[in-house]
């Protein structure tokens, strides 16, 4: 999943995966306030006339919209969005927002939003296993509406785990453009500004579908449009699909993207994660079968003896019949249209693990608790250096494809060229964090080689582990050795030298502590550069963390982001194509850590986090303590302990 930023309206109006539309005093936050209410009926519009004409013959419809309109209508506001009564329908036109949203109906699925649904929204999008649109709705209004632009940049940040959508805020707010809304704009301007700049005020993700008169039809996110106003037609069979049998369920809407069903709610689930990223064709299968198991089942009980005995050598001819339809169909479309789905073919994951779709790491992240936030980051990471929020521009990576000398540092893959090959180095100590990034790298189909490095420490538990795994999984392993003599200033090195043992909560409060490895991680990432351009790689992938950890400032969001921009200018793939430098348990916790890694059957027993080495864990270090209070919140058994 890549989130890129709209830059044009011809890219809104052809982008066909999922969209999102920022406009933050009006459409975006008024359709949460309404949907947050508890309307059941919110209908969208893009111009008057229109809504006009619709309102002649729907008299019942609440209109809240600041252009002008024939029929009555109140303000579009969004403090009396959050007054209205739940019971009425409501019909929704802005100037700009809504334009946007009708303006992007190619896309897959479409989702609305600002600074006052922005953590629900970012949830949402973290789940998504299609690239992201950010639309901000000044593209089609004027250039002074700069609060779209801010809340887009921020939003991008914020999902890649650096900055604070409180600093977009502030800036919006020290604006002109914000002290001259509150005192030419609506009566209610004041009130509305307070709902639509309280960050996450207005917790719910609207979602918009079509209907076939064409106005848009506005839902909670991952639950159906309301069937009475989308009006379309039963869709046409495809070609070369398998027959559909007749069954007594309602079919979905074709206004209704498909990849809606594979969408989920804002609410945390972890169920989600558990299944594999499917294209249209299988779903459609997988409901065509349901009506043959009733049919049989229902035959079976009425005491035909017959079929039931040949039932389930039919059931299984037919579900293998779809299935080798689904393949024919899905290789087809691979080589075919390959350069317009803009996602290379997944390897194969692990061996002896359960296939897992692009989104199990989303999944994840969907749970993490407020208080994991980057507003709540240490005090280093809380003032990275951001790109100017100015202009829409702001962003450098916005381009469908990795740029030469683009900086490409997120949580999750970023863009890449058609058809470009998926390689990654993972650094590799062999414990909990690193595997984990190693499964879930060959999750999203890297071909990895993974990269462990010798510097000295203590013992050789974590580097046996490294190598243990790697054979385990058939993954090319490098093992280097680094003889720097200064770094037995650490304890982590010294045996002479006590490990910290202070009590788990007491971790963050200590400072950097005396197991930091001066420049660790500088050193990891640029031997990780030199060995990525040596055998042809596209990324780099690391497990720092900057929630659980040991305060070691080569861990955080601010350092990747820079060392990913050093290594895409000092690097022969990083100046001619770009390259990734992923870190994808950068905003989880130890708990939310091992939970992907259960969802990605990593064999923890396998795993190696001790400081101190040995044949068991010492369970005083500061990695043993945190390793068990993870698998203690996750509530899952730590092998390595038996």
């Not at 490098?478 to 788990?504: F, G, M, N, R, Y």
């Amino acid at each position: 999943m890549n989130i890129l930023v709209a830059k044009s309206i011809a890219e809104c109006e052809q982008w066909s995966e999922v969209a999102v539309v920022i406009d933050v005093l009006r459409a975006g936050t008024t359709a949460c306030a309404l949907m947050r209410r508890g309307k059941k009926e919110v209908l969208i519009f893009e111009d008057s006339s229109r809504a006009d004409n619709f309102l002649q013959t729907h008299s019942q419809f609440e209109v809240y919209s600041d252009v002008s309109l024939t029929a009555e209508h109140k303000d579009n506001s969004p403090y009396l969005a959050s007054k209205a009564d739940a019971r009425t329908p409501a019909l929704l036109l802005t100037q700009c927002g809504t334009k946007a949203i009708l303006r992007a109906k190619n896309a897959s699925t479409i989702l609305v939003g600002g600074f006052c649904n922005f953590e629900a929204l970012a949830d949402a999008l973290c789940a998504q296993p299609k690239d992201v649109l950010l639309i901000p709705a000044v593209l089609y209004g004027t250039s002074d509406d700069v609060e779209d632009g801010l809340c887009v940049a921020a939003l991008k940040d914020y999902i890649q785990g650096i900055g604070k959508p409180q600093s977009a805020i502030a800036e919006f707010q020290n604006t002109m453009r914000y002290v001259e809304f509150k005192k030419n704009g609506p009566k209610t301007a004041d009130k509305d500004a307070k709902i639509a700049f309280k960050l996450n005020s207005l917790p719910v993700v609207p979602q918009v579908s079509f209907s076939a008169e064409g106005y848009g039809v506005c839902h909670l996110y991952g639950q159906p449009a309301p069937s009475q106003w989308l009006g379309a037609p039963a869709p046409a069979e495809v070609p070369g699909q398998m027959p559909q049998i007749p069954t007594e369920e309602a079919a979905p809407s074709a206004s209704q993207p498909q990849a809606d069903s594979r969408l989920t709610e804002a609410e945390p689930s972890l169920q989600n994660a558990q299944q594999p990223e499917q294209t249209e064709k299988p779903q459609t299968a997988a409901s065509k079968l349901k009506p043959a198991v009733s049919s049989l089942e229902k035959a079976a009980a009425e005491g035909i003896s017959s079929l039931k005995e040949k039932a389930p050598k039919r059931l299984k001819n037919f579900f293998s019949d779809i299935l080798k339809v689904v393949k024919e169909e899905k290789e087809e479309l691979a080589k075919d249209a390959a350069s317009l789905l803009h996602q290379p073919q997944s390897a194969q994951p692990p061996a002896g693990a359960e296939p897992q779709s692009d989104d199990l790491l989303d999944a994840v992240l969907k749970q993490a608790p407020q208080t994991n936030n980057p507003a709540s980051e240490p005090e280093p990471v809380s003032q990275p250096e951001q790109p100017s929020r100015g202009s829409l521009s702001a962003s450098p990576a916005q381009g469908e494809s990795v740029q030469p000398g683009e900086v490409t540092f997120s949580s999750v893959p970023s863009p890449v060229s058609a058809g470009r090959k998926k390689k990654a180095i993972v650094l590799f100590s062999g414990g909990l964090d690193s595997t984990t990034c190693l499964y879930w790298a060959l999750a999203h189909g890297y071909t990895c080689e993974a990269l462990t490095v010798s510097y000295g420490q203590r013992h050789d538990r974590e580097v046996l582990a490294a190598q243990m795994i790697a054979r385990n999984l058939g993954v090319k392993h490098h093992l280097i050795t680094l003889e720097l003599p200064w770094l037995s200033c650490c304890s982590l090195v010294d045996k002479k030298q006590a490990l910290p043992d202070v009590a788990v909560e007491d971790i963050p409060k200590e400072g950097i502590p005396s197991t930091y490895v001066p420049g660790r991680n500088l050193m990891f990432l640029a031997i990780a550069g030199s060995l990525l351009d040596a055998v042809g790689a596209t990324a780099i992938i690391a497990g720092p963390n900057a929630v659980d950890f040991s305060g070691y400032p080569d861990c955080t969001p601010a350092f990747f982001k820079a060392a990913a921009e050093a290594l895409n200018r000092g690097t022969k793939t990083g100046v001619s194509e770009g390259i990734e430098v992923l870190a994808p348990l950068m905003r989880l916790s130890k708990a939310q850590i091992v939970k992907l890694a259960a969802q990605l059957k990593v064999p923890f027993e396998l795993t190696w986090s001790c400081y101190a080495g040995g044949q068991k864990p010492c369970g005083h270090c500061d990695s043993c303590k945190l390793r068990a209070k993870g698998f203690a919140e996750a509530g899952v058994h730590d092998t390595a302990l038996d």
